[in-house]
């Protein structure tokens, strides 16, 4: 069925699709164990060589979001060596701008990249690192929380505010970017 809000599903969340061996395992920020434990089994099935948390100090964690991700990705079996380091961001712009600096000073060549988080965020996360990354970077989304999905997050009104403050935030996020992606598609068909 149809919905008059088929638009916000759309806005707000990302279709699934299969996700493809990649360079590197993208984990935003947050306190939620999810994406960290989705990301760990993506490691160790092998489909990239490292996995990159980001988040700085939480105060409902009482550390940074980077120490709580890597003693879950440690817990699980992923290597020390393969959890790269990004302790300092506040917000999700901060999680790809720093996640792109620890690439390049660790020079990994990143091609392909897969990003793993809450479903709700999927849209604005994929944006974001978009945003951020270069151009040529494919990012796939990897969403861990099924409890609030494209198929129910309007059956009650917890999920509902929650839904529409991401489409707030999506539109607040991005107002100031649309006309450089205006102009890198126009320089990029000429």
Known sequence: MKYPF?????????????????DIILVPGGSHT???????????????PYILPSG????????TEWEFFRDIGLSLG?????????????????????????????????????????SYFSRRA???YQTVFPQDV????????LRVSRQNWFENDDDIRLVLTEA??????????????????EKASE
């Open 6 to 22: 088929d638009c916000l599903t759309d806005l707000v969340f990302v279709e699934e699709e299969p996700i493809l061996p990649a």
């Open 56 to 63: 700085g100090y939480n105060m409902k964690l009482g550390t």
């Open 78 to 118: 992923v290597p020390e060596e393969r959890i790269l380091k990004e302790d300092q961001a506040r917000n999700t712009f901060d999680n790809a701008r720093n996640s792109w600096q620890v690439i390049q000073k660790n020079n990994i060549e990143v091609k392909r990249a897969i990003i793993v988080c809450k």
């Open 34 to 48: 999810d994406p960290m434990t989705m990301a760990s089994e993506l490691y160790l099935a092998g489909m990239a």
């Open 126 to 128: 994929l944006m974001t």
């Open 138 to 145: 494919t990012i796939q989304v990897m969403q861990d929380d």
């Open 168 to 185: 707030r935030k999506i539109s607040t996020y991005f107002a100031q970017h649309i006309p450089d992606w205006v102009k890198q598609n």
